[in-house]
């Protein structure tokens, strides 16, 4: 195993993606879309898609762009990592809500019940693609019209999958989790470190 930290482009706007690496011990350099890159319309949902298929494709597309971008602007090669993550409520995605009353309406949904948060992350390097995938479990407690509100007017389900963070306020919401609790942040620690050691970046 190399004495050096492990360097890699993130490609992904998520704070805590690039937090959870530092603390791995990971240098990154964003790799991020450029203004006229439709980079929210790689997630559109096809129909009848299951949610284990879709975060698989989307992670994989925007890595391939990444791949793409990194080309593009002449950039040192290097690996590449992509993640995304999806809230599934059985079949059905609940995806970044798009208004204050639209994050309420998913919290609704929610409350009380227990869903899956599936994340997927991709490593491009040296002409490979690896690819893992984390599973897990939430159950929200039952929530009040006022608690939803209060949530919501904290701004934090803003962009984020689910409209919740569980590393912030959400936290405060859930009853019991089973599976990844960083796969649930965004970048499962597991799979991550497989891919990884996969591409000869061992992290440990």
């Given amino acids: 195993m190399s004495t050096n930290p492990p360097w890699l482009y993130l490609a992904s706007q998520s704070p805590r993606r ?14 991020l879309p450029d203004p006229q890159e439709d980079a929210e319309g790689l997630e559109v949902v096809r129909p009848n898609e299951a949610p284990a298929t879709y975060v698989k494709r989307v992670t994989r597309l925007k890595l391939l762009h990444a791949v793409e971008r990194l080309q593009r602007r002449g950039l040192p090669d290097g690996p590449v990592l992509c993640a995304d993550t999806t809230v599934a409520l059985g079949r059905q995605i609940l995806g970044k809500p798009e208004s204050p009353e639209h994050a309420a309406q998913i919290l609704r949904q929610l409350s009380g019940q227990r869903h899956q948060v599936l994340t997927a992350v991709a490593l491009a390097h040296q002409g490979q693609i690896h690819q893992g995938l984390s599973r897990s479990t939430v159950l929200f ?5 006022a608690r939803i509100a209060h949530y919501v007017a904290s701004g934090e389900p803003v962009g984020k999958a689910g409209a ?9 919401l859930i009853e019991r989790i089973s599976g990844s609790y960083t796969g649930i942040m965004g970048l499962p620690a597991y799979e991550t470190a497989q891919l990884l050691a996969q ?4 992290l440990i």
């Avoid at 407690?141 to 019209?145: D, I, K």
């Avoid at 919740?164 to 405060?172: E, K, N, V």
């Avoid at 591409?199 to 061992?202: D, I, R, T, V, Y």
């Fill in 141 to 145: 407690a039952p929530l009040s019209e």
């Fill in 18 to 31: 690039r937090q959870l690496l530092e603390q791995w011990g990971v240098r990154c350099e964003l790799l």
């Fill in 164 to 172: 919740y963070g569980i590393q912030g306020l959400a936290g405060l």
């Fill in 199 to 202: 591409a000869g970046l061992e």
